[in-house]
């Protein structure tokens, strides 16, 4: 079975894009900068954390990547 998405990657991708920059406009708007910095430092604890946890050492080890050497 071959369900088509009835949206791409790609518009999901700037449909959260946008509704971030929302909440992010609307905190700065409200001026409720300590609700910022809580919600950077999560954000950046869970890119470290996804950094972390990734499997870097299969990356690219056959050579079939963008950054191949011949």
């Not at 999560?42 to 963008?66: I, M, N, P, R, T």
């Amino acid at each position: 079975m071959n369900k088509q998405q009835r949206f791409s990657r790609r518009s999901i991708i700037l449909f959260w894009l946008a509704l971030v920059a929302v909440i992010i406009g609307t905190l700065i708007a409200l001026e409720q900068i300590a609700i910022l910095y809580v919600l950077a430092t999560v954000a950046l604890v869970a890119l470290l954390l996804v950094v972390a946890f990734s499997d870097l050492e299969k990356v690219g080890s056959e050579g079939s990547g963008a950054f191949s050497q011949d």
